[in-house]
C-alpha cells in the first residue's frame, strides 16, 4: 500500500546540523541509506526485496493509469531509457533525483485526484521536460 503520509527528507537540509562534524562522503552515504529507507517505506515494504518492489509500483501504475500529467512524466522517463513502457517510466520516477518530487505529486493524486500546477511544474522541471 503506497504510504501518503511519508514525507520525503533525504533531500532536505535538515538532514544534518551545522555542527555535525562529517565529510561530504559520508553526507552522500547517510543521504543515500536514507532515501533508500524512504523509498521502502513509501511503497510500503519492509526490506529490499525486487519482486515486492515491482508489485507495488504496478499497483500504484494501476492508480495512476488516468493521470495524464503522471503519464507524461512516465513517458519522459522511459524514453530516456529507449522505451515507451508507461510502467517503466513510473519506476524511473522513484529516481534519488526526482522521487522527492514524484512523491508529492503522486500523494496529491492519490488524496485529490488531481495535482496541483506548482508541483507538477516543479517535477517537470527536474526531469527536464
Known amino acids: ?13 535538515g538532514v544534518f546540523i551545522e555542527t555535525d562534524d562529517i565529510s561530504e562522503e559520508e553526507k552522500d552515504f547517510i543521504r ?20 515486492e518492489i515491482i508489485v507495488s509500483i504496478h499497483d500504484l501504475y494501476l492508480k495512476l493509469e488516468n493521470c495524464n500529467e503522471l503519464k507524461e512524466c512516465m513517458g519522459i522517463m522511459a524514453g530516456k531509457f529507449m522505451s515507451e513502457d508507461l510502467e517503466f517510466g513510473l519506476m ?3 529516481a534519488y533525483d526526482c522521487m522527492y518530487l514524484s512523491h508529492i505529486c503522486i500523494c496529491e493524486y ?11 511544474c516543479k ?7
Not at 517535477?123 to 521536460?129: F, R, S
Request: proline residues 0%; contains cysteine.
Open 1 to 13: 500500500m503506497y504510504n501518503t503520509k511519508l514525507v520525503c527528507s533525504y533531500n532536505t537540509s
Open 32 to 51: 543515500d541509506s536514507l532515501y533508500r529507507q524512504e523509498l521502502l517505506d513509501i511503497l510500503g515494504i519492509e526490506e529490499y526485496n525486487e519482486d
Open 92 to 94: 524511473i520516477l522513484f
Open 110 to 120: 492519490l488524496e485529490k485526484g488531481s495535482i496541483s500546477e506548482i508541483n507538477i
Open 123 to 129: 517535477l517537470k522541471d527536474v526531469i527536464h521536460l
